[in-house]
């Protein structure tokens, strides 16, 4: 009964919430769970009691998973919602954000403090830590799941104290190879702090919404990029 309960808990919350909606989910309750160790990218299985105090994000991985991040335990969760199969994942850091990549059957985990990003493939357990700009905190997808723009969002959180940065220090991270192992970086720098951005239909631009006008980025050549001021008057 309690296990229908989970199962009815999260089918609620893909159809009731959006993709940036998350909820809490706390239980008292231990469960056995297949748990995946990484560290350094080695991978290891073991069965392991936990009593997560869990961020549920409606996030769907081609249909088949609902991604759990427990930003305090350093652990991710990949339910299985028809068959109820819990995978877990522990992270040798501390994880504060998650971004499903669904067309690739990936999902992306951002660690600002050390400035790492890591792509994890859902299939197979296989991962890859990327480095990126420290202290980003924000993640956008192209909508062919080519890319990832990372850059700081003043109104997102607080940057983490000891570490230098600049509001206008962004990466971009590569994804378009269809092979895990080739997922590339690129760090640069825009015009000023960033409001919004956006790809264009094919990813080949982007247009970085900043404080003071806009960037327009060569998403294949960061070094093709221009800036368009706004006028005050």
């Given at each position: 009964m309690k296990k229908y309960f989970l199962f009815l808990v999260l089918s609620v919350c893909f159809y009731s919430c959006t993709e940036e909606d998350a909820i809490y989910l706390a239980t008292n309750e231990t469960k056995q769970n297949n748990t995946i160790s990484m560290d350094n990218n080695n991978q290891?299985?073991?069965?392991?009691?936990?009593?997560?105090?869990?961020?549920?994000?409606?996030?769907?991985?081609?249909?088949k998973y609902a991604l759990i991040l427990d930003e305090h335990q350093n652990f991710l969760n990949l339910i299985d919602y028809t068959s109820q199969e819990i995978k877990t994942v522990n992270f040798d850091f501390s994880p504060k954000q998650l971004l499903a990549i669904p067309k690739k059957r990936w999902c992306a985990v951002l660690d600002p403090s050390t400035g790492n990003i890591l792509i994890l493939d859902t299939e197979t357990g296989k991962n890859k830590k990327i480095k990126i700009r420290k202290n980003l905190n924000k993640m956008v997808l192209s909508s062919?799941?080519?890319?990832?723009?990372?850059?700081?969002?003043?109104?997102?959180s607080t940057p983490l104290s000891g570490i230098p940065f600049s509001y206008n220090e962004v990466s971009l991270v590569d994804l378009s190879s269809s092979k895990l192992e080739s997922a590339r970086s690129s760090s640069f720098t825009v015009s000023a702090a960033i409001k919004e951005v956006l790809f264009s239909g094919d990813s080949s631009r982007?247009?970085?919404?900043?404080?003071?006008?806009?960037?327009?980025?060569?998403?294949?050549?960061?070094?093709?990029?221009?800036?368009?001021?706004f006028d005050p008057a």
């Open positions: 290891t299985t073991t069965n392991e009691d936990q009593k997560p105090d869990l961020l549920l994000s409606p996030t769907e991985i081609s249909g062919d799941n080519f890319f990832i723009f990372l850059y700081n969002d003043q109104n997102n982007i247009t970085a919404v900043t404080e003071d006008g806009i960037d327009i980025i060569n998403s294949g050549n960061i070094e093709k990029r221009s800036s368009l001021y």
